[in-house]
T-cell receptor, first 117, second 114 residues
Framework: DAGVIQSPRHEVTEMGQEVTLRCKPI?????LFWYRQTMMRGLELLIY????????DSGMPEDRFSAKMPNASFSTLKIQPSEPRDSAVYFC???????????????FGEGSRLTVL | GEDVEQSLFLSVREGDSSVINCTYT??????LYWYKQEPGAGLQLLTY?????DMKQDQRLTVLLNKKDKHLSLRIADTQTGDSAIYFC??????????????FGTGTQLKVEL
């Protein structure tokens, strides 16, 4: 498996523009997580899905942020409109339940570095 | 990461041992993890320990768990320049459906000097 795939790797946009980040989780994983990493706040969990259903979005900072998972192999995180304080690295991660295959750890993508000017 | 604490920086000489410490808050964590993040990359699982264990050794890595004090440590023996990275500990919360939700610490920047 190629691992968790995120796109774009880098995005530079202007304030007010819409940003869409994409994620392809590892096949067979039934959990998907979106994290945001900044120097000030570290790693923050934004939202997670179980079997494509959003379970907890309490970490989503504002209504400007939305996430979808239309099927088991694709998820998006959208920011509309974007603001400079949204600049961060956004990570997608996927996992399965602990069991014989492993301890249920999260597998991370390489991240999408967003810069909002 | 406000519930999981780590020191921010650690500097060691090549060949020495590194010890990275972590305190967590959720005593019900089933697994505790150590992740490594290299510059410009995502987090990769380094090792983990099950909560009923006190110690786990994996080649150069030794994990110690003190459940009473909620203290976790990672020791890297014979530290190499390639070990320079940010190290995150993480505690777990069991989700509906059996999966794990991880809460990460602030990360410890390890710098290995020649």
């Amino acid at each position: 498996d190629a691992g968790v795939i995120q796109s774009p790797r880098h995005e530079v946009t202007e304030m007010g523009q819409e940003v869409t980040l994409r994620c392809k989780p590892i096949s067979g994983h039934d959990y998907l997580f979106w994290y945001r990493q900044t120097m000030m706040r570290g790693l923050e969990l934004l939202i997670y899905f179980n079997n494509n259903v959003p379970i907890d979005d309490s970490g989503m900072p504002e209504d400007r942020f939305s996430a979808k998972m239309p099927n088991a192999s694709f998820s998006t995180l959208k920011i509309q409109p974007s603001e400079p304080r949204d600049s961060a690295v956004y990570f997608c991660a996927s996992s399965s339940r602990p069991g014989l295959a492993g301890p249920g750890e999260l597998f991370f993508g390489e991240g999408s570095r967003l810069t909002v000017l | 990461g406000e519930d999981v604490e780590q020191s921010l920086f650690l500097s060691v000489r090549e060949g020495d041992s590194s010890v990275i410490n972590c305190t967590y808050t959720d005593s019900s964590s089933t697994y505790l993890y150590w992740y490594k993040q290299e510059p410009g990359a995502g987090l990769q699982l380094l090792t983990y320990i099950f909560s009923n264990m006190d110690m786990k050794q994996d080649q150069r890595l030794t994990v110690l768990l003190n459940k009473k004090d909620k203290h976790l440590s990672l020791r890297i023996a014979d530290t190499q320049t390639g070990d320079s990275a940010i190290y995150f500990c993480a505690e777990t919360f069991i989700l509906t459906g059996g999966g794990n939700k991880l809460t990460f610490g602030t990360g410890t920047q390890l710098k290995v000097e020649l």
